[in-house]
């Protein structure tokens, strides 16, 4: 039986995924700031190739005229310095999830030593 094809969130045939990963909504821990806990997401529970990882989603926002990192940034001000680093390093704004109908752009972290 052969493996359904995987898609890109427009819907085009995809030529890069080889596997999904769908992380449930409630397995999200809420990380973010005080006044906006859910701009910030962890979940803990996966491994690549035996490697302990961590994924981070951040929520993000289209960005206006006060942000210059690209067409999006940080919901939440306390994050806009890692979404900006990111945006700088791939020289790109990011494809997004929508989590409890937020936005999110997502990381994926090896665990510490």
């Known amino acids: 039986m052969n493996a359904p094809a995987l898609t890109e969130k427009d819907g085009s045939p995809s ?11 409630s397995d999200w821990e809420k990380t973010g700031s005080e006044e906006d806990p859910a701009s910030r997401l962890y979940y803990t529970g996966m491994s690549i190739n035996g490697l302990s ?17 690209g067409e999006q940034t940080a919901a939440d001000i306390m994050f806009e310095d890692e979404v900006g680093t990111l945006q700088d390093m791939c020289d790109t704004a990011f ?19």
């Open 95 to 113: 494809q997004t999830t929508t989590i409890n109908g937020r936005e999110y752009v997502l990381v994926a972290t090896p665990h510490g030593r």
């Open 53 to 69: 990882m961590h994924v981070e989603a951040i929520a993000v926002i289209e960005k206006d005229e006060q942000h210059d990192y």
């Open 15 to 25: 030529r890069f995924l080889r596997m999904q990963l769908t992380i449930p909504e």
